[in-house]
């Protein structure tokens, strides 16, 4: 994967325009498993390999893309998701660091913000803007330890700040 990605630095798929080839017959299920002809894809390499070349379309679709074809890839909820998160700092001064389930990390702030959404029977559930349209749904267990610091802050709405961005847990 080094040398796909060019000594660490990320794939320029947003500049690639290949043809479009079809369906990669590959899906990404809602816990952030990869499957391919329905079977799991068991080499966290492999997954990590094939997000670098994840792109989100202006229509929504989800394409794996490389400078000679691209394919479709079924997406249930998000492409990844946020696993762990860290920080340091507080209030303004405060950095959250997210770790996706292929294990890159995503420092939230204005370019990487955290959009927490409602659902229709008031569950809260949060997104990290990742890069180009993708995001990572954080996972529940990190999404309550990051409650719990913004409860323990006060506040209204009830948010946290990172990278000198507020992110408001819900409407105030």
């Not at 079924?74 to 405060?94: C, M, N, Y």
């Not at 948010?159 to 409407?171: D, E, H, I, Q, Y």
Request: charged share 25%; proline share 8%.
């Amino acid at each position: 994967m080094l040398a796909l990605s060019r000594g660490g630095k990320r794939l320029p798929v947003e500049r690639w325009n290949p043809p479009h080839c079809g369906h990669s017959d590959m899906a990404i299920m809602a816990d952030g498993t990869w499957f391919h002809a329905g079977t799991p894809i068991g080499r966290k390499e492999l997954v990590q390999l094939f997000s670098s070349i994840l792109r989100r379309e202006p229509d929504g679709r989800h394409v794996l893309v490389t400078p000679v074809e691209k394919l479709d890839i079924d997406v249930a909820d998000a492409p990844f998701v946020a696993v762990d998160a860290d920080w340091q700092g507080s209030g303004p001064e405060r950095q959250i660091v997210f770790r996706l389930n292929t294990d890159e990390l995503v420092a939230c702030g204005p370019d990487h913000g955290l959009d927490v959404r409602i659902d229709a029977d008031g569950t809260p559930r949060p997104y990290l803007h990742v890069r180009g349209g993708l995001v990572a749904l954080v996972n529940r267990a990190t999404f309550y330890r990051l409650a719990d610091l913004a409860l323990a802050e006060g506040g209204e709405p009830p948010g946290l700040w990172s990278g000198g961005a507020f992110f408001a847990f819900m409407a105030g």
